[in-house]
């Protein structure tokens, strides 16, 4: 169960255009860029209060330009519609591969490539706030500036505070390199311009990479060795590097995770953190017609935890193709969803398998297919860890060239949680493409990909949408029902000095003659990963203070200009500010055990809720102070 501390929050207000919140309809989805021209590529990042970012290329203006959206939990946008630019500057008529992260404070930093420079393409970052202000300046900062061609930004945020990004260099003449660099928040490059290299034997030219971040400040970065030719090998290498810079595995050499035959041209093999200072990878392999997907775990010391080139998720006769990859926080499984074959590949499945960190493989020989070889094929698969879980996610053909977008919740043991049959997100036949998937602490699942459902005539481009998908596996804002007491509208207790509110709101305070008002949204989830309960104060004139409380009062205090009635065991929650009269509280109200009165929420638990807030000047009491009407809470598993 997750707790939390008391923080300072500041609190933005929706802009006036943010219209949608998250559908509960698949078949009419969230529209985050639907204009004129080309939407593509779209990237997401949760913040970890439920809130999410996302970014995509936009060509409404003709040429591509870099967008960004952020939407709460509720689904609701933080700027106008259609986003914020981040940048404009030129772009090829092509675009290759970026990358966007959260920056850990309700930002997100981007990497990408563009030609401002000249023809060739150069790897550009940018950090935003999360009012959406260019923290690293209009025109980000240069990770690389020079004649020869780089692609392919991978970023990562370290375990001290620093943000990493690895790309591929690679000269049309000469050896190339996978370059890195790191950056710190305010966006000054450590490493010397054009950053770090890694280079091969000869004139090979590395490419592809990933990069995860690791233990002490420390990363690792997966690439495939040579690139430069389709028979060049490309091999599996991995590496871990210190905050300076320095290789760390095999006294500066790469350790080399699969080296049996070359993996698909254009390939990029999977990479993620384990959590204790290694890495898991996943991808798939071809030895004659034998196609299998294959897992490797490396140490915080770069050694292999499975036999050299890997092990196979699925000892069955079928065709294995297209893993993703998730590592459960608590255990350091992989979760691997992956689709099966026929011989003739005229068939296809959704299967997963967890894979301990010994190499058992948890879920059968075989894997469990979710859906069994059927003539309806699936693509483009993503997954996340999940509640002991993992949640995995597919376009599933409804025609030659559209399709819908399905997803299954696994637990521990391989059990749909959802049922046997697939959770539809979006049931709009049309043609979709690059879905990218989220989740965080707050318990709530987002997915964003590109459409072309509006495009009429054929060819005027895709746009971006989204969806989210709850616990339980229903789409929508889901709501915990509260109750109101403490009511200042002269249907319980006077008000302090006649200071009555509107209906359903507290006293009266000096600004808002209506009083303020407390609700809530989200579930109150008592269960680790259910929790997207958030707390929202309105027509407050000043700063505020949620606090929680086990109990009411026989009858209402007067406090200052208003009543408090949440007053048995209380805990403080949060410190807020509010902006045109309204603050929120985000998801995570599970109170930290060592407040007085605040143990862990358990599933039926009824609790209260209130906001404080400064109120200047007094209307009668003392202190210059108010207080929202109070709403309970049962808190559900």
Known sequence: MRTTTALVLVTLPLSPSAFAQWSANPAANLAIADFSGDQAVPLIAASGDGSTWMAWFDQRGGSYAVYAQRVDAQGNETFAHGGVLVSGNPQNTSLVGWDMISDGAGGCVLAFTDTRNGP?????????????????GANGVTLSADSDFEANPALARTSDGYFVCAWTHSPSTGPGAIRYQRIDGAGVLQYPANGLAITGPGTEKPGFASIVEADAGSYIISYLRNTAVFT????????????????????????????LNSVSIGYTPLLRSDGAGGAVLAWHRSVGSDFEVMVQRLSATGVEAYAHNGLSVCQDTTIELDPTLSIDPSSGDAFVFFDKRNAGQSMWSFSVQRVSTAGALLFGNNAIDL?????????????????????????????????????????????????????????????????????????????????????VPLGNGYDTYAQNLNADGT???????????????????????????SAGRGCANATFASGALLASTGIAGASAGTDTLVLTATDIPGPGLFFQSNGLAVSPIAFGDGHLCAAVGIVRLGVVFPVAGVASYPGGLTPNPIHIGGAPIAAGNTKHYQCWYRSIPALCGAGNYDLTQGISLTWVP
């Open 120 to 136: 060739d393409l150069d790897v550009y970052a940018y950090r935003l706030d999360a009012a959406g202000n260019q923290l690293w």
């Open 371 to 455: 859906i069994p070889l059927d003539t309806v094929q699936k693509s483009i698969l993503k997954s996340v860890p999940y509640a002991g879980g993992a949640v995995g996610v597919c376009f599933r053909a409804t025609g030659p060239v559209t399709s819908e977008l399905i997803g299954f919740r696994v637990d521990g043991a391989g059990a749909s949680v959802w049922g046997a049959s697939a959770v539809v997100a979006s049931s709009v036949v049309s043609g979709k493409q690059r879905v990218a998937l989220a989740t965080d602490a707050s318990g709530l699942l987002r997915m964003v990909w590109t459409d072309n459902r509006n495009d």
């Open 475 to 501: 789409l929508g804002v889901q709501n915990t029902p509260s109750t109101s007491f403490c009511l200042g509208d002269g249907s319980g207790a006077a008000c302090p000095c006649g200071n009555t509110g």
């Open 232 to 259: 060049s090998p490309r091999h599996i290498h991995a590496q871990k590097f210190n905050g300076a810079g320095a290789a760390q595995w095999n006294a500066g050499a790469a350790t080399i995770v699969y080296d």
